[in-house]
């Protein structure tokens, strides 16, 4: 019963929202708990030791190959093979080998090549025939472009004019960017992160340079830039059929919706709804979150979730009148998340992740919030009883929907309420669901009470009206009209004779 009865609380150490690798950046799921920076050259090290092992088997299967060709001609293998080469000329270097080895090499340096491509001063002198190649292919003028990407790409040639020269350069390695990117459609999301990290890593650098190690400036530029270049690749990289994130937003989707029972008091969350200012907090971070999905640029997505947390820690300190500490923080986005079941939410988590400026996610508050999300989703996922302090088999029976939290346990008393909080909790779905059913009561008996006036009013109205008819009628009755015809006579007809009148006027003449 002790057990039962005792809430542990969701706690995360700050610890462990860092780097594995101890570089003091924020880590993230998706990356195995590695910041960005650690995650890619982790990714370049295993992918070169890939690119070995396959050389390596490459070169095994060719010494296969040419022993299995001298024995069926029954020479020895340095014979067989320098006689091969001796019948065929230049037959050696077109073997699978030497194909797998070009193949690979091309596949090493392609990333490299593309980079100083965009960056190298012969893309400068570039000639009008392949400007108007790429020009054709460029996704940016597109005839069929939305309203928002025309004015993203106003509103970005606009910012550029303020820089002069480096702005014409910046416009030009952004648009010969979009024309490389538009090539490589059938390329794997992380291939296509790759990509574009190397291409916000080489203008930061030129950026940089140019600013004279001003990093306020750099980040106002690659704000812009990232708006520019992920407003037109957001259709081909946002969610892309080479992935399987559109099954785990399924499967996440349905686990939320699984989990509509748990409470605000199961998990600890230090928020008390019944506060308006409360309530409203809760209502604007659930909006924000859902809101994410409407967002294009990752830095726009990653603003949803600053929001979103900001309010939270609003309506946190507002209940316990005191500033919100971090482990009361995590508790409380996980709530908010399982309220509001965000549309597409880990496609939206793996955008930001492959394609947000990674400065932004590796430090400042941005990057904490938004590793208390991927924390908030990956505790959803392995939620079970143990989490919530209940038994397995209760945990099963709410999972199924054979059974719901009751608002009262068998002892009078709410089991999972929170510690130390004075009164009995009880389960809110079931306390907001008797208020409203006590409104609707009360709205159906004023709703009677006023067709009831309401009629009487009418009946008041129609008497009235036949009494005053009835009066009116009596009157006229009891005091008939007369009407009496009107003499029409002179004004003066009585008093042609009156001596009083004036005398005639004579006329009177002046001697000239």
């Known amino acids: 019963m002790s057990q039962r009865t005792e809430r542990r609380g969701i706690h995360v ?44 088997l490459a070169e095994k299967l060719q010494r296969e190959e040419e022993a299995a060709y001298a024995s069926s001609h029954g020479a020895h293998p340095q014979s067989a093979a320098s006689t091969a080469q001796q019948q065929h000329p230049g037959h050696a270097s077109l073997g699978p080998f030497s194909k797998f080895e070009e193949k690979k090499t091309n596949e090493k340096t392609r990333k490299v090549t593309t980079v100083k491509k965009f960056f190298s001063p012969s893309s400068r002198t570039a000639s009008k025939k392949e400007a108007q190649e790429g020009k054709t292919t460029s996704p940016s003028i597109s005839r069929h472009a939305s309203f928002d990407t025309d004015q993203v790409s106003k509103d970005f040639v606009d910012f550029l004019k303020n820089l002069h020269k480096p702005g014409r350069e910046i416009h030009k390695q952004c648009r010969a960017f979009l024309v490389n990117m538009s090539s490589k459609k059938d390329l794997g999301a992380d291939e296509l992160s790759e990509c574009v990290q190397d291409f916000y890593q080489n203008m930061a650098d030129r950026l940089m340079s140019h600013f004279k190690g001003s990093s306020e400036s750099v980040e106002q530029v690659m704000d812009q830039v990232e708006k520019y270049i992920m407003t037109r690749l957001y259709k081909s990289v946002f969610c892309p059929e080479t992935t399987d994130d559109e099954k785990k937003d399924l499967a996440t989707q349905n686990r939320i919706r699984a989990l509509h029972w748990v409470t605000i008091q199961m998990l600890c969350v230090s928020m008390d709804e019944e506060v308006p200012e409360v309530s409203e907090n809760v209502v604007k971070a659930i909006t924000d979150i859902i809101k994410m999905d409407s967002k294009k640029v990752p830095r726009d997505k990653l603003a949803c979730v600053t929001r979103c947390s900001k309010h939270i820690f609003s309506a946190i300190r507002i209940t316990k009148n005191e500033p919100a500490s971090a482990d009361d923080f995590l508790p409380a986005l996980i709530y908010i ?60 029976r709410y999972m ?48 009677e009470a006023l067709m009831e006036a309401a009629q009487s009013l009418q009946a008041d109205l129609l008497s009235w009206s036949e009494s005053v008819q009835q009066e009116v009628h009596d009157i006229l009755e009891k005091y008939p009209l007369e009407v009496t015809p009107a003499k029409v006579s002179a004004i003066d007809s009585n008093n042609t004779n009156n001596e009083n009148l004036p005398s005639p006027i004579k006329p009177q003449v002046f001697a000239g």
Not at 406 to 415: A, F, I, K, T, V
Not at 427 to 440: C, G, I, K, Y
Request: proline content about 6%.
């Open 400 to 447: 199924s929907g054979q059974a719901s939290p009751r608002s009262l346990s068998s002892e009078g008393e709410w089991p999972h309420a929170a510690p130390g909080v004075g009164a009995p909790a009880t389960n809110p779905v079931l306390s907001q669901l008797n208020h409203n059913l006590e409104l609707l009561s009360g709205l159906c008996s004023r709703q």
């Open 13 to 56: 150490d700050q610890s462990d929202l860092l780097c594995k690798k101890g570089c003091g950046y924020y880590g993230n799921a998706a990356w195995q708990g590695l910041c960005s920076k650690c995650w890619r050259e982790e990714y370049q090290r295993v992918r070169q030791k890939q690119i070995q092992d396959d050389w390596a």
């Open 337 to 396: 998340v399982l309220k509001a079941n965000p549309p597409r939410l880990q496609s939206n988590i793996q955008y930001i992740t492959r394609f947000c400026n990674p400065s932004r996610l590796m430090t400042g508050e941005d990057g904490y919030y938004f590793t208390n999300l991927c924390c908030a989703v990956a505790f959803i996922e392995k939620l079970d009883a143990q989490s919530l302090n209940l038994s397995p088999e209760e945990f099963e």
